[in-house]
């Protein structure tokens, strides 16, 4: 069965730094981009970071430049989401998601997500 | 970067209505458009790709058409389970955004 499965979520303060995971099974991970969305509570979809296969190309939302960091170890079919500098606006839960034939293209794999809570 | 807007935001409808849903890409996608379903408290579902594809496993009572700039999701017979919110994502390019998403409620 192909899964994603999110984790490292959890509840911390403006300025911290959390690390998410996405531990992918069920298909051949370094095949496919990867990307992260978020949703914000009572609110829509925000595509977040990308990156492809090989992990040799990233993308990022400008909400999140400079401050998150996308990485993946296609050895152990996990890809990661570095969140430094976190303010009340990151507040979301967080889905990682697979690309359905390769390189951007539509998420047809997603993730049941994890909660990032930031607050005083 | 290129902006997705969705109408209308909210839509009032009755089981066995046919439902349509636009996106309109602020330049040219080209077909890069992909329509999702979200129920509440769960990770989107993917419904058509390419902007007319539909993804397997998905009901043929869902269609979607468009190029360019301007795009349409229809339900062509509403059913109970169709209540839901849908939203449209380019992948044309990067930043890949999606638009602000149509509620569809019980009329």
């Known amino acids: 069965e192909v899964q994603l499965v999110e984790s490292g979520g959890g509840l911390l303060q403006p300025g911290g730094s959390l690390r998410l995971s996405c531990a992918a099974s069920?298909?051949?991970?370094?095949?496919?981009?990867m990307s992260w969305v978020r949703q914000a509570p009572g609110k829509g979809l925000e595509w977040v970071s990308a990156?492809?296969?090989?992990?040799?190309?990233?993308y990022y939302a400008d909400s999140v430049n400079g401050r998150f960091t996308i990485s993946r170890d296609n050895s152990k079919s996990t890809m990661y989401l570095q969140m430094n500098s976190l303010r009340a606006e990151d507040t979301a839960v967080y889905y990682c998601?697979?690309?359905?034939?390769?390189?951007?293209?539509?998420?047809?794999?997603w993730g049941q997500g994890t909660m990032v809570t930031v607050s005083s | 970067d290129i902006q997705m807007t969705q109408s209308p935001s909210t839509l009032s409808a009755s089981v066995g209505d046919r439902v349509t849903i636009t996106c309109r890409a602020s330049?040219?996608?080209?077909?890069?458009l992909a329509w999702y379903q979200q129920k509440p408290g769960k990770a989107p579902n993917l419904l058509i790709y390419?902007?007319?594809n539909l993804e397997s496993g998905v009901p043929s009572r869902f269609s979607g058409s468009g190029s360019g700039t301007e795009f349409t999701l229809t339900i062509s017979s509403l059913q109970p389970d169709d209540f839901a919110t849908y939203y449209c994502?380019?992948?044309?390019?990067?930043?890949?955004?999606f638009g602000g998403g149509t509620k569809v409620e019980i009329k």
């Open positions: 990156i492809t296969g090989s992990g040799g190309s990233t």
């Open positions: 994502q380019q992948y044309n390019s990067y930043p890949l955004p």
């Open positions: 069920g298909f051949t991970f370094r095949n496919y981009a």
């Open positions: 330049q040219s996608i080209s077909s890069w």
């Open positions: 998601a697979k690309e359905k034939r390769g390189v951007r293209d539509a998420f047809d794999i």
């Open positions: 390419e902007a007319s």
